[in-house]
């Protein structure tokens, strides 16, 4: 008869793990922060796995979709989570590969009127929306009323074009693009699963060198 072992990490070994990798001051910055992903299609799931690997300590995850078989190709779902809100689905994704990462999440649409509420916590936020409209309501309301939080946001990813032309640009203070500015889906008519990565992991690769202060010139 075989032995059932639990094979998943304690918290402590799993801290000095990523101590190991990152060593301690850098580990205890990312254990610190708290960040915001808003949208979890093809960016902002790709980005929260990414910071959850990272040990980044709150996750705040953000979207009203539900998984779809279409999503399947470039977001980090599973056939089985059809139908499931996203925010359910990553949750227990986020659980299986990185257990004592705290997240919450909020089955709602950004708005306006909503988005002070959902983000006040957040030390940085990603903007991780497909629709243009959603995209625009996020930033100028993170840039208007939020001053005091970092905003990495995403314009460009779709296509077939270079990975290379996909890029991190500082354009103010607090504020930073990833993608190539250019490329959209409805003109390019295609989300590749590696371009839309690529993209995310620029995102989230841009929050771990701003907790680390090493910002864009």
């Not at 990490?9 to 793990?17: D, G, I, R, S, Y």
């Not at 960016?43 to 796995?49: D, E, Q, R």
């Not at 500015?181 to 690529?198: F, K, M």
Request: charged share 25%; net charge negative.
């Amino acid at each position: 008869m075989w032995e059932v072992v639990d094979l998943i990490p304690t918290k402590e070994e799993w801290n000095k793990a990523l101590c190991e990798r990152h060593g301690e001051d850098v580990q205890k910055k990312f254990s610190s922060a708290t960040v915001a992903v808003c949208g979890l299609g093809g960016l902002g799931s790709n980005i929260a796995i990414s910071l959850a690997r990272a040990g980044i300590g709150k996750l705040i995850l953000i979207d009203f979709d539900r998984v779809d078989i279409t999503n399947l190709q470039r977001q980090q779902y599973k056939a089985d989570q059809i139908g499931k809100y996203k925010t359910q689905a990553l949750s227990e994704n986020l659980k299986e590969i990185a257990p004592y990462v705290e997240h919450t999440t909020h089955t709602v649409r950004v708005t306006e009127i909503n988005a002070t509420e959902l983000l006040k916590d957040a030390d940085i936020i990603c903007e991780a929306f497909d629709n243009a409209e959603c995209k625009a309501v996020l930033t100028n309301t993170v840039l208007e009323t939020m001053p005091d939080k970092y905003l990495v946001a995403a314009s460009g990813m779709a296509g077939m074009d270079s990975a290379n032309t996909i890029q991190t640009r500082r354009v103010a203070k607090r504020f930073y693009i990833c993608g190539d500015g250019v490329s959209d889906v409805e003109e390019s008519g295609s989300l590749v699963a590696s371009r839309v990565i690529l993209c995310a992991a620029h995102q989230a690769h841009t929050v771990l060198r701003i907790l680390t202060e090493q910002f864009e010139t």
